[in-house]
């Protein structure tokens, strides 16, 4: 089978006035579908470039990246942003919901980017909002939610798009243990059902969770577990 | 898309109610300045053209250029040459006119000493008050007989009846008339002042008070049902074709009711146009509060690009956002409008004409100028970088 992520000899530098800053300096590496893998890595170490190569919120300076078949080299952003909707699933450590809008808007908002039309795109929020237990809330506003709350929500909206990969940064990160525990069981719940998990986190003990672990420093990445 | 935009757009106007009319304000007094213009403009031509229409729109006058070459084609045979060359003219009466001092024992008065024919009262539906219009045989033997308007006839005998008693018009030397009617008040015709006239027989005015070598004006009685206008335009094309253009100048209400109707229309637009410019400071407040919710909405921008909106979906929003905000503007600048015109209209008794194309218009062009000025904002908002925009606080 084709994997889902593949990076060949990825670079990524940036100019930051003389000094070029090697973020991420010859990562090759394959995510195969249905995998479950964490990335860790202490800060500085290239683990956010890594994730947003990943993410397609940013191209490569070098080197090949495909996500599900698409080559990202030289796309533009409204290629990059086409993929982004269709092939990945964000979810942050800040929730990142929009705060002026109820649970099922927000579920529904990729979708809206995708076309779908108004009374399928509530349907299939609807229905991710219960797959994430939260059934009951559709009509609350993040700052009606509780810290776990809100990340089912947030995990709800990157599924509803069916995408390739979850790309998790630090999911647990605002949370409280026992929450965050939650969570991690629902991303493993979420991987059992075949999904393909990257879980972006600088917390070996999260990283742990992982069925494969890939650790970056000084912009290379090395294997462990 | 393009219903979740607006529905989008008016939850981020409804958040924050004050800023969101602070900004508009601009437009509103814009657009509301511009509407009332329009609407006072056209209910003034409005007012202007009835007042007009209720003196009579049935006589045309022609005055002839006294340095013209040609005024000598101008005699008394030429209202027989124009009736016969010019279709729908009932009457048309020569009238001599100068103004002269008139006396009374200590009473005197700057009048219009007008010589015309026994038969002008009755054409242009003059009332006599009290006495009687002097008759054909009257003029034909240049009798010394006068007939006031009512102002002059209040002037001199305030406190008496005129009729029967003799008045001295001033002209080189003063001659004595008998007053033989005073005339009801009518109102003046913008070319004819009834009212602060005194009348003598036409002949008696060449043969006494002084001689012209040309008849000083014609006062044409349009056929009854005829278009005044197109009699006008007639007489106009006849006149310009035998004495030349340059030779007569000719006023009929309803020339001056369209002359009217094109002046305060041009003022309008002029006005108008002059309005319009606040619009364009509006527009600036538009752009501003927009970059300002750009700005602001940074994080909220980054999410939606992690989530798949393409830069155009972001302009899309933004643009539609400016729109809807430039359009709230407009509709409440239009509301702004008819109330002030309303006002306005009711204080000078104006009958109020409401333009719905001023409307329509005044909706179109606020859009236009959310498009214009939000278009800056919001190709800042889709250019924005995804990263950088999610890791805004």
């Known amino acids: 089978m084709k994997p889902v992520i593949e990076l060949e000899d990825v670079r990524r530098y940036y100019t930051m006035g003389e000094i070029i800053v090697k973020a991420l300096d010859g990562v090759t590496l394959t995510i195969s579908r249905g995998d479950f893998v964490s990335i860790t890595g202490p800060s500085g170490s290239g683990k956010s470039t890594l994730m947003n190569l990943i993410g397609c919120l940013d191209t490569p300076t070098d080197g090949y990246i495909h996500i599900d078949g698409e080559m990202t080299l030289g796309m533009d952003e409204k290629d990059l942003a086409y993929v982004r909707n269709q092939k990945v699933g964000f979810v942050f450590q800040q929730f990142n919901l929009l705060a002026k809008m109820s649970a099922l808007d927000n579920v529904a908002t990729p979708l809206l980017y995708t076309g779908v039309p108004y009374r399928e795109r509530r349907e299939i929020a609807m229905s991710a909002l219960k797959k994430v237990g939260l059934a009951d809330r559709m009509k609350h506003r993040p700052n009606e939610l509780s810290g776990g709350q809100k990340q089912r929500v947030a995990i709800a909206r990157s599924l509803v798009n069916n995408p390739s990969i979850l790309l998790a940064d630090e999911p647990t990160g605002a949370l409280d243990t026992h929450t965050g525990a939650q969570i991690l069981e629902l991303f493993e719940e979420l991987h059992s059902e075949g999904r393909t998990v990257v879980l972006v986190t600088h917390d070996t003990d999260i990283a742990r969770h992982a069925k494969r672990q890939i650790h970056v420093r000084d912009g290379r990445i090395g294997e462990a577990g | ?393």
């Not at chain 2, 340095?67 to 048309?92: A, C, R």
């Not at chain 2, 009290?130 to 008759?135: A, L, N, Q, S, V």
């Not at chain 2, 005044?228 to 006149?239: C, E």
């Not at chain 2, 041009?266 to 527009?283: E, H, M, N, P, Y």
């Open chain 2, 1 to 393: 898309m393009i219903w979740e935009n607006i529905h989008l757009a008016l939850k981020a106007m409804v958040a924050s109610k004050m800023r969101t009319l602070l900004s508009l304000l601009g437009i509103v007094i814009g657009v509301g300045s511009v509407i009332a213009i329009l609407t006072l403009g056209q209910s003034a031509t409005k007012s202007i053209t009835q007042t007009i229409v209720e003196g009579g729109l049935e006589t045309i006058t022609i005055f002839p250029d006294r340095s013209d070459p040609k005024v000598g084609e101008f005699d008394e045979e030429f209202t027989d040459v124009l009736k016969k060359n010019v279709d729908d003219i009932e009457t048309v009466l020569p009238v001599n006119s100068s103004s002269a001092l008139v006396r009374v024992e200590q009473e005197s008065s700057n009048a219009t000493v007008s010589g015309v024919v026994s038969s002008y009262a009755a054409v242009l539906d003059y009332e006599v008050a009290e006495g009687e219009f002097f008759t054909l045989a009257d003029n034909l033997s240049s009798r010394q007989v006068a007939v006031l308007g009512s102002e002059v006839a209040a002037e001199l005998f305030p406190n008496q009846s005129a009729v029967g008693r003799y008045i001295s018009i001033f002209r080189n030397q003063a001659k004595s008339y008998l007053v033989i009617a005073v005339m009801e008040e009518k109102d003046a015709n913008f070319n004819l002042q009834y009212n602060a006239s005194v009348y003598i027989p036409y002949n008696t005015y060449t043969d006494r008070f002084v001689k012209p070598t040309f008849v000083g004006s014609y006062v044409i009685r349009v056929a009854d049902g005829a278009d005044a206008l197109a009699v006008s335009d007639n007489v106009s094309t006849y006149l310009d074709s035998t004495v030349g253009t340059d030779a007569y100048r000719i006023f009929s209400p309803a020339s001056l009711a369209e002359m009217a109707t094109s002046i305060t229309g041009t003022l309008s637009s002029f006005l108008a146009a002059i309005a319009a410019i606040s619009l364009l400071v509006g527009g600036i407040g538009i752009m501003n509060i927009m970059l300002v919710s750009v700005a602001e909405r940074t994080k909220e921008i980054g999410v939606r690009k992690a989530l798949g909106a393409s830069p155009r979906v972001i302009m899309g929003q933004f643009i539609t956002e400016a729109m809807v905000l430039t359009l709230t503007g407009g509709l409440l600048g239009i509301v702004l409008g008819v109330s002030i015109s309303y006002i306005v209209a009711r204080a000078v008794e104006w009958q109020l004409f409401i333009s719905y194309t001023s409307f329509l218009l005044a909706a179109g062009f606020s859009t236009l100028v959310g498009v214009f000025f939000g278009w800056y904002p919001a190709y800042k908002a889709s250019k924005l970088d995804p990263i950088e925009a999610l890791n805004y606080e």
